[in-house]
């Protein structure tokens, strides 16, 4: 997916991945949305141009477009693209982990 995006500074776009609704014998449960926990994964659709650390050894560490990442669950600003898309802007420093496959 390509959005016309472009975050500032040590921002990155993510698109939140929302979890499974729970199933149980009898069919699906069904959970209001405040109900819901908020979702904690996404995608990076885009990177702001700060992105870019160091670690132990000197190597450039870098989020790049496309990774699944983990992030704090109260972090950033939700919003929506003229399209209906729920997006969220976070810092950097709101971003825990990439997971790796």
Same mark, same amino acid.
């Given at each position: 997916?390509?959005?016309? @995006? ?5 921002? +990155? ?15 699906? &449960?069904? &959970?209001? !949305? ?12 885009? +990177?702001?141009?700060?992105?870019? $650390?160091? !670690? ?10 496309? !990774? &699944?990442?983990?992030?704090? *669950?109260?972090?950033?600003? $939700? ?6 898309? *729920?997006?969220?802007?976070? *810092?950097?420093? !709101?971003? &825990?982990?990439? @997971?790796?496959?």
């Amino acid at each position: 997916m390509s959005i016309k @995006i472009r975050p500032l500074g040590d921002h +990155v776009i993510v698109e939140p991945i929302e979890e499974e609704d729970m199933t149980f014998a009898g069919g699906k &449960l069904i &959970l209001p !949305d405040t109900a819901k926990e908020k979702p904690q994964q996404g995608k990076v659709l885009a +990177v702001g141009p700060a992105i870019e $650390t160091e !670690d132990e050894d000197g190597n450039i560490i870098s989020m790049q477009e496309g !990774d &699944l990442v983990i992030y704090a *669950k109260y972090g950033g600003t $939700t919003f929506k693209t003229r399209e209906g898309l *729920k997006l969220l802007i976070l *810092k950097e420093d !709101d971003i &825990l982990g990439v @997971i790796e496959e």
